[in-house]
């Protein structure tokens, strides 16, 4: 239904993080936070339990990245489960494989920008609708590279493009760059027009132009 909250777990394996984003998350309007777990196997017992709309992840479960895992053995139980991976280290390439491998309602967030809770809300709401969004601060690093099939977009295009990367709407890229909403939809069709010869049957567009992005981009974040 429309009106029904989005419903979130959060999987953290240290307390006060766990706790943390459980208090923020639920100071969010339309996010309701129906679990929380300390690591995998009580994860997906409460995912069974609880069918949540999204996992927010966290990506070390402990010494390994158990939290990809458990993502995977999530979508086995949830095909539609919208997966956030958060995790503290700026190093986008050592999940950027896995985002581009699984596609729609995947979605990475550092640990930074928990404190950014409109950055937080659009990660949620945009897996939870079977978007890739990632975190602000990846995306001001990333640099697409000279055989990236987004060359050739416009400066302003290319600013239409992270902003949608980010999770921003419409309404929301059109406030950022001070233009109407009418204009941002001629950008983004311009866009896909552009990146047709290689956007993928079944795979929603904006989706897919995010996937190109990151996959034609570099990152300089260190």
Do not use: C
């Amino acid at each position: 239904m429309a009106d029904r909250p989005t419903r979130v777990i959060v999987v953290e394996d240290e307390a006060l993080m766990r706790d943390l984003l459980t208090r923020v998350l639920s100071g969010l309007d339309g996010i309701e936070v129906v679990a929380s777990a300390s690591d995998g196997p009580s994860a997906l017992e409460a995912m069974r339990k609880h069918s949540p709309d999204v996992a927010l992840l966290d990506l070390y479960l402990g010494p390994e990245p158990e939290g990809i895992k458990v993502g995977h053995e999530a979508r086995q139980i949830l095909p539609d489960l919208g997966i956030v991976v958060l995790t503290g280290r700026q190093d986008f390439n050592s999940v950027r494989e896995i985002i581009l491998g699984e596609g729609a309602g995947w979605s990475f967030l550092l640990k930074q920008s928990v404190g950014d809770v409109d950055a937080l809300a659009r990660a949620i709401r945009g897996s939870a609708a079977g978007m890739t969004v990632i975190d602000p601060v990846v995306v001001a690093g990333l640099r697409p590279r000279s055989d990236s099939p987004l060359t050739g977009l416009t400066p302003k295009q290319m600013e239409v493009i992270a902003l949608v990367a980010q999770g921003h709407n419409n309404d929301s890229i059109a406030n950022e760059l001070g233009i109407s909403t009418r204009t941002v939809d001629r950008h983004l069709n311009e866009i896909y027009r552009h990146l047709r010869p290689y956007l993928k049957d079944g795979v929603h567009a904006r989706v897919h132009a995010v996937l190109l992005y990151i996959h034609g981009s570099d990152s300089s974040t260190p």
